[in-house]
Each structure stands twice: as structure tokens, then as C-alpha cells.
């Protein structure tokens, strides 16, 4: 009978709107990937997908909202790697990134760069690190709270010069960009995809992006460990979540759909000019994306650790 009930609500879902809860603020990285992933899987689904901003704790207040929602396939998380950063850096969270939620599928993969602002007094990496280690704590740099990528990647930076800055947190790094472009805060380490046009039409400076290779995007901007940051590497991986309970017919269905969107030209257009990609579809999976989950938190937890970091 459960079965019987399981295939009927496969068949007919979906029958109305479904919501996806970003945990951070609108305009910023995960907004923009979130949105177009949205548009394409709205059409496969014939149905809107809506896109909801719940920003605040560097993202778990989101995640939180999504682990204690009803299970039935129409509210939705997309969040990134702090899904798996949170789990050690919260000694308190009000949710299991692997048991309260049944996994969706893996999105994309997206290269960081540090970025300051226009005006700021270096131009190149070694001559960030330089102002760094001269100014400490004068050194304004801006994040989306403990958990975001923009602050994983700061605590990385910090501790690669044994230099602290003062963090400016913000509830995305929308508005956080916004601030750096008006000269409020001095940097930001954030995703391509939401810096690439600022990078280009020079509103902003860079100076290192976090991945082995220079990006085809932003060919001139050199990677971190050419410029003198050997092995500074991190990239942000994001993923679709429902709450736990979910139907396991649904949780497919929703995959699927996955799969359909992350083949839309529109979503590969717009992630390549941002310098990203779609995950490959074997990884737009459940298990696929509970690995990374488990994988991710036994990487992050002993350098967490190690540095001490915690937020509650
Ligand atoms: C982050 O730093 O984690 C992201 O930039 C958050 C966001 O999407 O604004």
C-alpha cells in the first residue's frame, strides 16, 4: 500500500508551486546559480519553481527552515559546501546535514577568487599579502558568516599569512560585494559567479583564483599558487536538498529534473561565462551528493580544528 501510495504521488507531482529556499541573500552566488537551475527545472516540471531568500548564520538558518519543512518534495534547499563546514564549525545545529534531509542531486562546482577594492592600495596577490601582514586587523574583509564560502576561504587566507583581518559579515556576498565596490570594505574572497562581471569591467580588483588552472573566463587573473599562495586551492560545490522523509519517488523525480535542467543551454551558457559548469550528470544524484556531504565533512573537520574556529 505504501508503495501503491509512493507511485501515485511520483505520477501526479508536481501539482502546484514549488519553493526553493536559498540561505543567503538575493544578487549573490548561490542566488544566481539557484535561479537559473530554478527557470530550467520549472519547465521541465510544469510547474514555477520559486525561489525564496533566507539569509542569516552563514546559511543555516536556511538549511534549518528546509530540515523542519514539510516533506513532500515542494520546499527545497540549494546550499554549498557549508552544508558540510557547519557540521564541525557550529557545535550547535538544529539539524544532521546527512540525517534530516533526503538528498537531491550535486549542481555545480565553482571556482573562488580574492577580490578588493578598486582602489585598494596592491595589485597583485604578493602585494595583497604584503598590505595584509602590514595593516592586520585595519584590513576590512568582508564574508556571508561562519559557514559561507567567503568566510572558509578568509579563514584559509588568514591562516596561510598567520595574520588576522577584521571580519565585515553580511548575509550574502551580494551585499557584501555591493560594499566592496563601494570602497566600504577593503576584500573578499568570493565565487566567480558572482565577481566575473565586476572583475571585467573593473570595478573591482583580483588577484588569485583558488583552482589549479587559470580560468577561461577570466584569463588574466593569475591562479593563487602562481602568485605565490603554493597549494591555496578551494572550490565551492553546491547541492539540492528536500527534508527527510521525502518520498523516495519524488526525491527521483526531482533528480531527474535536476539532470534535465543542468543540460539547459541557458544554464550552461551563463555557468560557463561565469566560470563555471554543471556537475556531470552521475553526480545529479542522491547518493551521489550524500557522498560529497560525508566526504566533505571528513575533509573540513581536522583543519576546522585545527584552527579553532567555532561559531557557537
Ligand atoms: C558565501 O560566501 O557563502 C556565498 O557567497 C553566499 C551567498 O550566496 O551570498
Same mark, same amino acid.
Not at 573562488?112 to 585598494?120: S, Y
Given at each position: 500500500?505504501?508503495?501503491?501510495?509512493?507511485?501515485?504521488?511520483?505520477?501526479?507531482?508536481?501539482?502546484?508551486?514549488?519553493?526553493?529556499? %536559498?540561505?543567503?541573500?538575493?544578487?549573490?552566488?548561490?542566488?544566481?546559480?539557484?535561479?537559473?537551475?530554478? /527557470?530550467?527545472?520549472?519547465?521541465?516540471?510544469?510547474?514555477?519553481?520559486?525561489? #525564496? @531568500?533566507?539569509?542569516?548564520?552563514?546559511?543555516?538558518?536556511?538549511?534549518?527552515? &528546509?530540515?523542519?519543512?514539510?516533506?513532500?518534495?515542494?520546499?527545497?534547499?540549494?546550499?554549498?559546501?557549508?552544508?558540510?563546514?557547519?557540521?564541525?564549525?557550529?557545535? !550547535?545545529?538544529?539539524?544532521?546535514?546527512?540525517?534530516?534531509?533526503?538528498? &537531491?542531486?550535486? &549542481?555545480? #562546482?565553482?571556482?573562488?577568487?580574492? %577580490?578588493?577594492?578598486?582602489?585598494?592600495?596592491?595589485?597583485?596577490?604578493?602585494?595583497?599579502?604584503?598590505?595584509?601582514?602590514?595593516?592586520?586587523?585595519? &584590513?576590512?574583509?568582508? @564574508?556571508?558568516?561562519?559557514?559561507?564560502?567567503?568566510?572558509?576561504?578568509?579563514?584559509?587566507?588568514?591562516?596561510?599569512?598567520?595574520?588576522?583581518?577584521?571580519?565585515?559579515?553580511? /548575509?550574502?556576498?551580494?551585499?557584501?560585494?555591493?560594499?566592496?565596490?563601494?570602497?566600504?570594505?577593503?576584500?573578499?574572497?568570493?565565487?566567480?559567479?558572482?565577481?566575473? @562581471? /565586476?572583475?571585467?569591467?573593473?570595478?573591482?580588483?583580483?588577484?588569485? %583564483?583558488?583552482?589549479? !588552472?587559470?580560468?577561461?573566463?577570466?584569463?588574466?587573473?593569475?591562479?593563487?599558487? !602562481?602568485?605565490?599562495? !603554493?597549494?591555496?586551492?578551494?572550490?565551492?560545490?553546491?547541492?539540492?536538498?528536500?527534508?527527510?522523509?521525502?518520498?523516495?519517488?519524488?526525491?527521483?523525480?526531482?533528480?531527474?529534473?535536476?539532470?534535465?535542467?543542468?543540460?539547459?543551454?541557458?544554464?550552461?551558457?551563463?555557468?560557463?561565462?561565469?566560470?563555471?559548469?554543471?556537475?556531470?550528470?552521475?553526480?545529479?544524484?542522491?547518493?551521489?551528493?550524500?557522498?560529497?556531504? /560525508?566526504?566533505?565533512?571528513?575533509?573540513?573537520?581536522?583543519?576546522?580544528?585545527?584552527?579553532?574556529?567555532?561559531?557557537?
Amino acid at each position: 500500500l505504501a508503495f501503491a501510495s509512493q507511485s501515485a504521488s511520483a505520477q501526479s507531482f508536481p501539482t502546484q508551486p514549488i519553493t526553493i529556499v %536559498v540561505p543567503f541573500s538575493a544578487g549573490g552566488p548561490t542566488d544566481t546559480v539557484t535561479r537559473l537551475v530554478a /527557470q530550467a527545472m520549472g519547465q521541465d516540471l510544469g510547474q514555477q519553481v520559486v525561489v #525564496e @531568500n533566507v539569509g542569516g548564520a552563514g546559511g543555516t538558518l536556511g538549511a534549518a527552515r &528546509v530540515a523542519h519543512a514539510e516533506p513532500n518534495g515542494y520546499t527545497l534547499l540549494l546550499h554549498h559546501i557549508g552544508m558540510a563546514t557547519t557540521a564541525t564549525l557550529y557545535r !550547535e545545529l538544529p539539524y544532521n546535514a546527512l540525517e534530516d534531509f533526503a538528498h &537531491v542531486g550535486l &549542481v555545480t #562546482e565553482v571556482p573562488m577568487v580574492m %577580490v578588493g577594492r578598486r582602489d585598494l592600495e596592491a595589485d597583485t596577490m604578493a602585494e595583497v599579502i604584503a598590505y595584509v601582514r602590514e595593516k592586520g586587523e585595519d &584590513v576590512m574583509y568582508a @564574508n556571508a558568516g561562519i559557514g559561507a564560502a567567503s568566510h572558509l576561504c578568509g579563514l584559509l587566507f588568514m591562516n596561510a599569512l598567520e595574520t588576522q583581518m577584521t571580519t565585515v559579515p553580511y /548575509q550574502g556576498t551580494g551585499p557584501a560585494l555591493t560594499d566592496l565596490m563601494g570602497g566600504q570594505v577593503d576584500l573578499m574572497c568570493d565565487q566567480t559567479t558572482n565577481t566575473t @562581471n /565586476q572583475i571585467r569591467d573593473g570595478s573591482i580588483k583580483a588577484f588569485g %583564483v583558488t583552482v589549479p !588552472e587559470r580560468l577561461e573566463s577570466l584569463p588574466d587573473v593569475p591562479t593563487a599558487s !602562481e602568485s605565490g599562495l !603554493e597549494g591555496f586551492e578551494v572550490t565551492i560545490w553546491h547541492g539540492v536538498y528536500a527534508p527527510k522523509g521525502t518520498p523516495e519517488d519524488v526525491v527521483n523525480r526531482l533528480s531527474q529534473s535536476l539532470k534535465i535542467a543542468l543540460k539547459d543551454p541557458t544554464v550552461v551558457e551563463r555557468f560557463a561565462d561565469l566560470g563555471t559548469a554543471p556537475s556531470p550528470e552521475a553526480d545529479a544524484t542522491p547518493a551521489a551528493l550524500r557522498a560529497k556531504v /560525508q566526504s566533505e565533512i571528513d575533509l573540513w573537520r581536522p583543519i576546522i580544528e585545527a584552527a579553532g574556529v567555532y561559531a557557537n
